[in-house]
């Protein structure tokens, strides 16, 4: 099992950038390179949006397409975190942010829909003002 908390998020002008990072507190004999990790978001009144993903060891990552080319996911497996760092924010991206981690044995097809998680954090709001 493992415990995610999400922080970094904020009010930021159009254009504008932000670093979210989830850290993660696992349970005994389990590794945080063990999980793979996801970032989705949710605005209100809407379906909660794949935003990105990434591998055990941080080599394969994919991004969903409103997103691509202006936020990168990475991760630092020896502090437990990972991390999504926004650019060129627009104001349709305003949403809470959840960070999500798959259960190591289970098997995850795509890595971008959220029924393919099993842990998920708190979330934290971004708001992108025009």
């Known amino acids: 099992q493992v415990r995610l908390v999400e922080s970094g998020g904020g009010v930021v002008q159009a254009g504008g950038s932000l670093r979210l990072a989830c850290t993660a507190a696992?349970?005994?004999?389990?590794?945080?390179?063990?999980?793979?990790m996801g970032w989705f978001r949710q605005a209100p009144g809407k379906e909660r949006e794949f935003v990105g993903r990434?591998?055990?060891?941080?080599?394969?990552?994919g991004y969903g397409d409103s997103v691509k080319g202006r936020f990168t996911v990475s991760r630092d497996n020896d502090k437990n975190t990972v991390y999504l760092q926004m650019n060129t924010l627009q104001p349709e991206d305003t949403a809470v942010y959840y960070c999500a981690a798959g259960r190591p044995d289970r098997f995850m097809a795509t890595m971008t829909s959220a029924s393919e998680y099993d842990y998920w954090g708190q979330g934290t709001q971004v708001t992108v003002s025009a």
């Open positions: 990434i591998s055990r060891g941080g080599f394969s990552i």
């Open positions: 696992t349970a005994s004999g389990r590794i945080f390179s063990s999980y793979r």
